[in-house]
């Protein structure tokens, strides 16, 4: 069973950036394609940012150029560094990560929707400040 959790949440200024890490135990994260969400009071979970298991990026629109994502599978982590933050940028963030087939796995394959994540961390609450 893979075990996620997040770190590296906290409170910071607007403008200013953090990194958020995710570690993973109890399995290696290398054949797992990793995904951020975020949630914020009162609204739903929103995908942030994903990566293959291979490399390849995706960013949702609005964090595009000021989010990006990366993993280290040596270390069995993945990292979501955020700069230029604003207060829009305040909630709760999680990384999940989802069981591929064989065939997806060969195919690179990775999930935006909350739905096809099998493994959740419990979050890290970022708050931006103005």
């Known amino acids: 069973q893979l075990q996620l959790v997040e770190s590296g949440g906290g409170l910071v200024e607007a403008g200013g950036s953090l990194q958020l890490s995710c570690t993973a135990s109890g399995r290696t994260l290398t054949t797992h394609p990793i995904d951020w969400f975020r949630q914020a009071p009162g609204t739903e979970r929103e995908f942030v940012a994903g990566?293959?298991?291979?490399?390849?990026?995706y960013v949702l629109d609005s964090v595009k150029g000021r989010f990006t994502v990366s993993r280290d599978d040596a270390k069995n982590m993945a990292y979501l560094h955020m700069s230029t933050l604003n207060p829009d940028d305040t909630a709760v963030y999680y990384c999940?990560?989802?069981?591929?087939?064989?065939?997806?796995?060969?195919?690179?394959?990775?999930?935006?929707?909350?739905?096809?994540?099998?493994?959740w961390g419990k979050g890290t609450l970022v708050t931006v400040s103005t």
């Open positions: 999940a990560a989802e069981e591929l087939s064989t065939a997806d796995q060969a195919r690179d394959h990775i999930s935006l929707s909350e739905y096809r994540m099998d493994y």
């Open positions: 990566i293959s298991s291979k490399g390849k990026t």
